[in-house]
């Protein structure tokens, strides 16, 4: 007699390398559907330790853990991300269609970290501020998170925890900051004549039924920002900081919000950037950072039919681009050239003039165009591509985002050299194989065309980068000198490392 055989494919334990730069993650609102948490869920909790703090894992939505996704297929089936409205209206919440859009563009593994259920635009300064504070912690006079306290952390905070993340995105920040969604106007039902066979014979009574209507349901507009962006930017300002202080080798990736339509922006998104000084360095109060590139305009996809508007924020689209990017190139390449999959419409339609036209910087004493400061995706002879792959600030020598995600990689791996050193006598054998760890990977970088070919870096570690103060101190220091193939003048790295205390990373010129 024959037997059946059946096959299942056993689920394993699903663990990162630190060194990755194509992981992104997503913190915003979405919550894990109503029911036990998934088990390759709890499997990387528990890897991750984060199940000693007592967790009930009875029913998913009240938890706030940072979720592990492989694929879009596991975002649907363990991610409630669906916003329902007071109206009674529904819709795909910005933090689902990002991940999504992730995927879509190549990207291959991301977490995402629940801030909260699906959130309705609140209406209100108080409702903006309650939400920012959950994706921030601490920014509007919340809780803070503490680095030695897990329990404090959510949001932004759980990045301490994930160190193979290379990007970082907060797809529901336009809708939150954004103005309350208007509906759509009313359109008058399109009347469509139904193409009918009769016989050829005199004209007989109307057959009924002849005429029918098309009129979907009302839709909301997709949120946009009028007049006060005060929110946006003390928001991003926020993220970057921290990201500056606690993970500088993070990305920060963020969409500008839509404008009215008709505005000044909507017409020039660059203008009323610049003369509000909103572009201004973070040191002046503008967003200007190299840890952030900023992302326009909106897209009409083919996943974005069922959110507002039916149209998509670009940064979850331009994170699967970069790391489609880091993936098959390398992520100290720019990424501009890379084609979006599945975008077909563009939402403002820039001009060439709004996009090119360079014009004064109150910043800096150079002329600049909306390209060399926002990361857009716009249309060329050969169809839609990813124009510009830049950041923000109008530093010459941190302008291209490939440089400062090159600096993150070596943040990276410079600290990682200095745990190895962790307990190691501090000495010339030391010294020495620290110079030879930290040659080995540079000049991989090198070889894969990351820097100069000729003087692309150079490492000292030694009686000429310490003191005897430092000697007695059980510090060691390295310095490493590198020269971006995108940069205009040499970096320098700095690690120290104290006895057996954590290892700092400093950046010298450039900026």
Known sequence: MWAGLAFETRTTGRRSAPDRTDVAAFVGFASLKPGPVPTPVVDVWQRMGWLDQGISLDDGPSVRL????????????????????????????YLLGAIRDFFRQGGRRCWVVPVGPPLEPPTDQAGVEAALDEIVPGLHGGAEAVSSDRQTWRGLAQLWALPDVAL?????????????????????????????????????PEVPGAVMHR????????????????????????????????????????????????????????????????LDPMDAGGVATAWLQLAYPWLRTDTSADRLG???????????????????????????????????????????????????????????????????????PSGLQLLSDVTPTADANWTSGAVNRLVGVIRRLVLRVGLSVLFATNGPQTWARVRRQLEAVLGAIQQQGGLHPVGGFAVRCGPDTMTQQDLDAGRLIAEVDFLPLQAIRQITVVLSQTGSGPSTVQIRGGA
């Open 66 to 93: 940072p979720v592990l996704l492989d694929s879009e297929a596991e975002a649907r089936a363990w991610l409630d991300g669906q916003v329902n409205a007071s109206s009674g209206l529904a819709w795909e919440g």
């Open 168 to 204: 970082l995105a907060v797809p529901d920040l336009p809708g939150v900051v954004g103005a309350p969604p208007s509906a759509e106007p009313t359109i008058d039902p399109e009347p469509l004549v139904v193409t009918q066979f009769v016989e050829c014979t005199t004209p007989g």
């Open 215 to 278: 009129a979907g349901p009302p839709r909301f507009r997709a949120p946009s920002v009028a007049t006060d962006w005060t929110n946006w930017q003390g928001a991003l300002r926020a993220i970057a900081s921290w990201l500056q202080s606690h993970r500088p080798d993070v990305q920060l990736l963020a969409a500008l919000p839509l404008a009215e339509r008709g505005s000044a922006q909507d017409l020039d998104p660059l203008s009323p950037l610049l003369a509000d000084g909103r």
């Open 310 to 380: 039916g149209l998509a924020p670009p940064d979850g689209v331009l994170a699967g681009l970069l790391a489609r990017n880091a993936l098959a190139r390398g992520t100290f390449r720019p990424a501009s050239r890379e084609v979006p999959q599945g975008v077909w419409d563009l939402e403002p339609r820039l001009g060439r003039l709004a996009v090119w036209q360079a014009r004064p910087d109150p910043s800096s004493a150079r002329q600049l165009a909306l390209h060399e400061r926002v990361c857009l995706i716009g249309r060329t």
